[in-house]
């Protein structure tokens, strides 16, 4: 769906070379929101190759999927689509379809790497950043209104496809790892496609730009709220004790001064993430910087929205200190917080506790997946089947419809969605 222009030659190289420098930023754009995402992968983080070649795979194959549709769509005499039914009810379903079958056939390349739920929102986050990088040179150069294009088109619709399609990641990740969950994906794939379609919609009524910040919004919210869950159902993930009972090599470094016993000596230290904590030579306190604080939180208690929030001042043992949340004490004058290990690292078990609860309490969660780390492993050649029949399956109606021009049309429009059905069964049949 993209709109041909007429203009003078001159105009149209003028807008086009506009619009490419907006293609390259919005690169540099979908680079730095996949980066971000990629920074939630605390645990165990993808290898940069991978992701990068998801990127281009997936990229690539789901809009081979999505023109191919679209194509046919136009030869079965389906008119204009750049309207509210269009977008919601076309636009949305293909494009979704296309990416997470895209995911689906990446699988060859990533079923090593796919050992924690976060991996699925990753994964899926990069199909969505090379089908965004793709469609939007497609509108830059095929399009004449580049102010529009710039704000509406080029700067959102990257971290917009990324925020839409992560629900399906981690519906993703559940079907090829537990083997179940097909009613949640169903939704997963149901809410992308709405939203999606919804925000194209939005797109093609310009006054109603004012929603689209909303509807970002709240794909932001719902996007935070599954990656701080997949963080703290992670297999890898380990609690504040473990890490520094395990700790190999401890080093006594220059030590912060102990605000409950006042000693400056030098002490044991640990270091991970940027999270520097040390425990005092003279009483049972560890010790860290107030914004290695912040970094124990995130990291240790799966927590990624704003902390300021649960940040109070008060007198704690006739002393005034702050405190994050509870069982820590900051001085705000040298920056500095201390807190008892064991009390610590109940505060932050307790806080992931309440982000997976909240999630699995959502009426939209089955069940049955609330055990997500006991999941079955693919062996043989079944734990590559599907993926390659959907390429193979792709590949040969694309040399059907190339030979047979459009008499095949509404066969073709079906695959994508004849593929996904036939592998949600697939799973169903052979995966209780």
Same mark, same amino acid.
């Given at each position: 769906m993209f709109v041909l222009f007429h203009a003078n030659p001159e105009t149209k190289i003028k807008i086009m070379s506009i619009n490419i420098l907006?293609?390259?930023?919005?690169?540099?754009?979908? @680079?730095?929101?996949?980066?971000?995402i990629r920074?939630? =992968?605390i645990h165990e983080k993808e290898?940069?190759?991978k992701m990068l070649l998801v990127v281009l795979w997936g990229g690539v194959w789901s809009m081979v999927i999505s023109l191919l549709i679209y194509w046919q769509l136009q030869n079965a005499g389906?008119?204009? @689509? =750049?309207?509210?039914?269009?977008?919601?009810?076309? @636009?949305?379903?293909?494009?979704?379809?296309?990416?997470f079958l895209a995911l689906l056939s990446s699988y060859l390349f990533i079923k090593k790497e796919l050992n924690e739920p976060t991996d699925g929102l990753i994964y899926m986050t990069c199909v969505a950043l090379g089908f965004s990088l793709i469609e939007n040179y497609f509108y830059a150069t095929r399009t004449a209104d580049s102010g529009y294009l710039l704000f509406a088109r080029l700067l959102i619709?990257?971290?917009?496809?990324?925020?839409?399609?992560?629900f399906m990641g981690i519906a993703f990740y559940i079907l090829m790892r537990l083997k179940t969950g097909i009613r949640f994906f169903l939704l997963s794939y149901f809410y992308a496609s709405f939203v999606h379609g919804l925000y194209n919609a939005i797109i093609f009524h310009k006054w109603l730009i004012i929603f689209l910040i909303v509807l970002i919004g709240l794909s932001w919210r719902l996007a935070l709220s599954l990656l701080s869950y997949t963080t703290a159902?992670?297999?890898f993930r380990k609690d504040l004790q473990q890490f520094i009972q395990d700790y190999e090599k401890t080093q006594s470094q220059e030590g912060l001064e102990c605000l409950s016993c006042g000693s400056k000596n030098n002490k044991a230290t640990f270091q991970a993430n940027g999270i520097v904590i040390q425990k005092c030579d003279q009483c049972p306190s560890y010790l860290t910087t107030k914004d290695s604080l912040f970094r124990i939180f995130h990291f240790f208690g799966s927590i990624f929205s704003n902390l300021m929030p649960h940040y109070r001042h008060g007198q704690f043992y006739n002393k005034r200190y702050s405190t994050l949340y509870k069982g820590n004490w900051i001085s705000e004058k040298k920056r500095i917080a201390y807190f008892y290990l064991d009390e610590l690292n109940e505060v932050l078990d307790e806080l992931n506790q309440s982000i997976i609860d909240n999630i699995e309490s959502k009426w939209w969660f089955p069940e049955r997946l609330k055990l997500m780390q006991d999941y079955k492993e693919e062996t043989g050649a079944r734990a590559l089947w599907i993926p390659t029949f959907s390429m193979l399956l792709i590949l040969g109606f694309i040399l059907v419809i190339m030979s047979s021009g459009s008499k095949y049309s509404l066969l073709v429009i079906g695959v994508p969605f004849f593929m996904l059905f036939y592998s949600i069964v697939y799973f169903s049949k052979y995966f209780r």
């Amino acid at each position: 769906m993209f709109v041909l222009f007429h203009a003078n030659p001159e105009t149209k190289i003028k807008i086009m070379s506009i619009n490419i420098l907006f293609v390259l930023l919005s690169f540099v754009i979908g @680079i730095f929101a996949t980066k971000y995402i990629r920074s939630f =992968d605390i645990h165990e983080k993808e290898p940069l190759s991978k992701m990068l070649l998801v990127v281009l795979w997936g990229g690539v194959w789901s809009m081979v999927i999505s023109l191919l549709i679209y194509w046919q769509l136009q030869n079965a005499g389906v008119g204009k @689509i =750049d309207n509210f039914l269009g977008a919601v009810f076309v @636009i949305g379903p293909v494009e979704e379809a296309a990416k997470f079958l895209a995911l689906l056939s990446s699988y060859l390349f990533i079923k090593k790497e796919l050992n924690e739920p976060t991996d699925g929102l990753i994964y899926m986050t990069c199909v969505a950043l090379g089908f965004s990088l793709i469609e939007n040179y497609f509108y830059a150069t095929r399009t004449a209104d580049s102010g529009y294009l710039l704000f509406a088109r080029l700067l959102i619709s990257t971290p917009a496809h990324i925020l839409f399609s992560v629900f399906m990641g981690i519906a993703f990740y559940i079907l090829m790892r537990l083997k179940t969950g097909i009613r949640f994906f169903l939704l997963s794939y149901f809410y992308a496609s709405f939203v999606h379609g919804l925000y194209n919609a939005i797109i093609f009524h310009k006054w109603l730009i004012i929603f689209l910040i909303v509807l970002i919004g709240l794909s932001w919210r719902l996007a935070l709220s599954l990656l701080s869950y997949t963080t703290a159902k992670s297999p890898f993930r380990k609690d504040l004790q473990q890490f520094i009972q395990d700790y190999e090599k401890t080093q006594s470094q220059e030590g912060l001064e102990c605000l409950s016993c006042g000693s400056k000596n030098n002490k044991a230290t640990f270091q991970a993430n940027g999270i520097v904590i040390q425990k005092c030579d003279q009483c049972p306190s560890y010790l860290t910087t107030k914004d290695s604080l912040f970094r124990i939180f995130h990291f240790f208690g799966s927590i990624f929205s704003n902390l300021m929030p649960h940040y109070r001042h008060g007198q704690f043992y006739n002393k005034r200190y702050s405190t994050l949340y509870k069982g820590n004490w900051i001085s705000e004058k040298k920056r500095i917080a201390y807190f008892y290990l064991d009390e610590l690292n109940e505060v932050l078990d307790e806080l992931n506790q309440s982000i997976i609860d909240n999630i699995e309490s959502k009426w939209w969660f089955p069940e049955r997946l609330k055990l997500m780390q006991d999941y079955k492993e693919e062996t043989g050649a079944r734990a590559l089947w599907i993926p390659t029949f959907s390429m193979l399956l792709i590949l040969g109606f694309i040399l059907v419809i190339m030979s047979s021009g459009s008499k095949y049309s509404l066969l073709v429009i079906g695959v994508p969605f004849f593929m996904l059905f036939y592998s949600i069964v697939y799973f169903s049949k052979y995966f209780r």
